[in-house]
């Protein structure tokens, strides 16, 4: 059960990332991604 979970969290995730990349809003998916994690966002590149 937790690997079918694993699997959706990481579908999930990758086509955030796809859609963030085509619409080109990669870097406020990546500042959304770790601020709803209470996270500082690392430098990109």
Same mark, same amino acid.
């Given at each position: 059960?937790?690997?079918?979970?694993?699997?959706?969290?990481? /579908?999930?995730?990758? @086509?955030?990332?796809?859609? !963030?990349?085509? /619409?080109?809003?990669? @870097?406020?998916?990546?500042? !959304?991604?770790?601020?709803?994690?209470?996270?500082?966002?690392?430098?990109?590149?």
């Amino acid at each position: 059960l937790n690997t079918i979970h694993n699997l959706r969290h990481y /579908q999930l995730l990758m @086509a955030g990332l796809r859609e !963030a990349i085509q /619409q080109g809003t990669l @870097a406020a998916f990546v500042d !959304a991604f770790y601020a709803k994690r209470g996270l500082p966002t690392p430098p990109l590149g």
